[in-house]
């Protein structure tokens, strides 16, 4: 692609930081914003499909994607992260706070401490540190923030064990709502999006505990748990709507939460 080309793009001269970008949603987010012009640093904790991810993204635009090794729960590896980011690629614009696991499952009488603690860290602490962190940065020309919630904790509330996960994901709503107002007045727009059930790779972060099954109370649906296109959505579904709320085709809307789920949790 030329650079003429590049300069057309909805992304072009346009960094975007996105957490969790070696799986699924993250993944799908980056590769979208940055086949449209945009620098991507992609955080998540090391491993080959975050590399992968690099790799695939900088075959389409060379120097396009750096993947970063970083703990979202760990403050002193986000800060400097972004540092880096903002070092590399000049400037911070959008930020995808979208890492995220489901942990442990669990009543709540045998839910331990540490895992209840565990979830909350990651999914709440680590939104919080991505967007503290990338303030100074977003705050030179305006920017938006995108932070991926979940219906569970903001509609649904009939999966059980999940009572970490939906409270972090209820906290992600507040947050994104509270900086919304706050953010406003230096043009960083924040929003919120809460997806349904999207085919990635979460269920390698959740653990089910044997006392599960003794709080599960049957939930019956109608046919079809998606009634919209009867199935989960995919990533890319996702990053469409990530992308609109990056760039500035949504430059009068902040503060919003939305669900992106083909109706699911409306069945419930
Ligand atoms: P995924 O497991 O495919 O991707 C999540 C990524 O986050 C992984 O690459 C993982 O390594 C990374 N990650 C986990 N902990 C991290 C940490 N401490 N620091 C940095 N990176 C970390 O799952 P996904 O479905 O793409 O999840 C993305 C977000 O979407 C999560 O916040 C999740 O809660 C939310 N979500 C997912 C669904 C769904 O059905 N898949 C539904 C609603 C909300």
């Known amino acids: 692609m030329s650079q003429e080309q590049i300069n057309k793009l909805r992304f072009a001269g346009k960094t975007a930081i996105i957490t969790g970008a070696g799986s699924g949603i993250g993944k799908a987010a980056a590769v979208k914003m940055a086949t449209e012009g945009a620098n991507v640093a992609l955080f998540d904790l090391l491993d080959d499909r975050t590399e992968q991810t690099e790799a695939e993204i900088n075959a389409i635009r060379p120097g396009a994607a750096r993947a970063f090794d970083v703990d979202t729960s760990d403050a002193a590896r986000v800060e400097k992260a972004v540092l880096e980011t903002a070092e590399l690629f000049g400037t911070v614009d959008v930020v995808f706070a979208n890492a995220g696991i489901n942990g442990v499952l669990s009543p709540i009488e045998d839910m331990k401490l540490e895992d209840w603690q565990h979830t909350l860290s990651v999914n709440l602490n680590g939104t919080f540190l991505t967007v503290k962190y990338a303030i100074p940065h977003l705050k030179k020309r305006g920017g938006s923030i995108i932070i991926t919630s979940s219906i ?64 599960v109370i049957p939930v019956q649906y109608p046919e079809g748990s998606q009634p919209l296109r009867e199935g989960p959505g995919s990533p890319e579904n996702v990053a469409d709507l990530v992308a609109f709320l990056g760039s500035d085709e949504s430059i009068h809307v902040t503060g919003a939460q939305i669900i992106i789920d083909g109706a699911e949790s409306l069945l419930r």
Not at 178 to 206: H, W, Y
Request: aromatic content about 8%.
């Open 152 to 215: 569970n904790g903001s509609r649904v509330f009939s999966n059980f064990g999940m009572s970490a996960y939906s409270t972090s994901k209820a906290g992600q709503v507040a947050f994104a709502k509270m900086a919304a107002l706050e953010l406003a007045k230096f043009k960083i727009r924040v929003n919120v999006i809460c997806p349904g059930a999207i085919s990635t790779n979460i269920d390698q972060s959740t653990e089910k505990t044997d006392e599960l099954k003794e709080i």
